[in-house]
């Protein structure tokens, strides 16, 4: 299949384009750099052995979406395009029901008018999330989430969901990513976020390479084996080529499926891996919760395994080396050669 990557010059993305070239299908990506590299794409390219034609714009543009599905003849699209930090989307909250609702909307109805009916979504567990209880078992609350970011996610689920019962020749994939980590193992690609990083992974990485002083340990009070915020890492490499069964396995109507490992590892387990990885000490010290965090955030991957015959391969130990190494390879990301 010849394959649009909305936002796909970023983190998941990135990691995607491979796994679909290395699968045999062709890709194209839709990006406006807002929170990416096109040297990712490049990269990219290089590792799977193949071009990546590279479209610059933005995935809200119903226009140009349309002139990309009819000018490379798409087939199928992956939607990654829109914005992702929980803090930013409680700050800015219109902006993210502009950019991440305007992306997904314009992407499906220039579809619908392209003919193409293959389409994947870049969901998250957050829409699992109850305000203030953080995750509980696997049934989304609809939009009654904690903060905008997780609503938009959940308001988008349920666009694709009545488009597919309108439109029976739409085939549809929501995938929900639990926390995802680590880099390609070339250590070519990986990643790079803008600023001070939300996440835990990152963050050590740069404390590990020195970038940073110490990590911030979100509360070691929580009910957990050591107190510390448990979540399910899943290797950025397996997310992507979770993304190839899903493309692989569409047909008509929608199906849902939470692609994580189903194992859990504390803010404590990462740093010691990383400590491991990197033959140093990791310095940190524990300070407040952060408000809205849940004790634990683990996949029932089993969906995934039946629907879509996948199932994670990597471990905390493999995302945290392929993470060290890129982090080593490139201190300051894409940007190389900044200080
Ligand atoms: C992991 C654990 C923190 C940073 C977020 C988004 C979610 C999804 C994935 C987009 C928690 C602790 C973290 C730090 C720490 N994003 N931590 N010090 O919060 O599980 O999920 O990213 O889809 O929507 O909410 O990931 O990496 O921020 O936190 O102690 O400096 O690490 O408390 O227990 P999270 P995270």
Redesign the pocket.
Known sequence: MRVLLTGGAGYIGSHTAIALLESGHDVVVLDDFSNSSSEAISRAGEIAGREIPLVRGDAADRSLVLEVLRGYQIDAVVHFAGR?S?GESVDDPLRYYSVNLGSALATLVAMADAGVHRFVFSS???VYERPGEGLVEHDPVGIDLPNP??RTKAMIEAIIADAARADARLHAAVLR?F?PVGAHPSGRIGEDPKGVP????P?VAQVAVGERER?????DDYPTADG??V?DYIHVVDLALGHVAALEALEPGLFTVNLGTGRGAS?FDVLRAFEAVADRAVPYEVVER?PG?AAV?TADPSLAHQRLGWKAQRSLDDAVRDAWRWQRANPHGYREGEE
């Open positions: 992702k929980v998250s567990a957050t970011y997780g990513y926390n939300n996440n835990l992974m963050f990590v911030r340990v979100f509360g510390t915020g979540r803010v952060r965090d955030s």
